[in-house]
């Protein structure tokens, strides 16, 4: 577990060492929540690049100072995951453009992304505390749930949460997605959460279903 941001700033400073080319990080899971004090530790660091060269490019530099690619497991089969990277206590979850299947690194999340390190080689910045939630809802890692709950408390612009959901629904053509977002929503409904975009998700929940049977009847 890592308890500590400074650990996650050292991490980035050694990677930065060990690369040629230019990237940009877009650190989007737990490492967030740790940075703001919105989680007291977090098992992995989820980064999300733009671009296949990018992609290569942090790949090579994380093996270069020992991290190990492992395989990922079956809590991720939503999340079209990249590649895992294991180094004794850091564990690197690494997307290219995709985070999920239908999860795209959106101009508008780019935008909202907080400038958090500029080195000589990578810059690194921090996603916004609503496209961390929205990221949160599409898996199913212990634990993500409750990181979703300690967002909330914190407040966040519920509006941005619904303007995305609907974005990434059109930039990938599959509304399946709002089934899986409004799965999660349920639960934290469930849990005593209160959830003001609930109207508007049930109105896209139904007419996915509604779509989902003219098609099927068809």
């Known amino acids: 577990m890592i308890e500590n941001f400074k650990e996650i700033e050292e ?15 877009y650190t989007i899971g737990g490492a967030v929540l740790l940075e703001q004090g919105l989680k007291i530790a977090t098992k992995d660091v989820d980064i999300v690049v733009e671009t296949r060269n990018e ?6 530099s994380l093996q270069k100072i020992g991290f190990k690619p492992q395989i990922p497991g079956k809590e991720y089969s939503r999340m079209n995951l990249s590649q895992i990277f294991q180094r004794g206590e850091f564990r690197i979850d690494l997307f290219e453009k995709k985070v999920c299947a239908r999860f795209s690194l ?8 907080r400038k958090m390190i500029r080195l000589e080689h990578i810059t690194v910045y921090l996603c916004a505390n609503e496209d961390v939630f929205l ?5 199913e890692r212990d ?10 408390r914190a407040a966040i612009e519920w509006s941005v949460i619904l ?3 609907k974005n990434q ?21 469930e849990r005593g959460m209160i959830i003001p975009i609930m109207d508007d998700l049930n109105m896209l929940r139904e007419k996915f279903i509604d779509d989902l049977e003219k098609r099927h009847s068809g």
């Open 169 to 189: 629904i059109s930039m990938s053509k599959q509304d399946v997605w709002i089934t899986w977002v409004g799965e999660r929503l349920d639960m934290l409904e």
């Open 135 to 139: 990221f949160k809802t599409m898996t």
């Open 55 to 60: 992609f290569v490019e942090l790949q090579h």
């Open 11 to 25: 991490l980035f400073r050694e990677i930065d060492k060990a690369s040629h080319h230019k990237v940009n990080i």
């Open 163 to 165: 303007d995305e959901l």
């Open 106 to 113: 959106s101009k508008e999340m780019i935008a909202r992304a």
């Open 143 to 152: 634990g993500d749930l409750t990181d979703c709950e300690s967002i909330v």
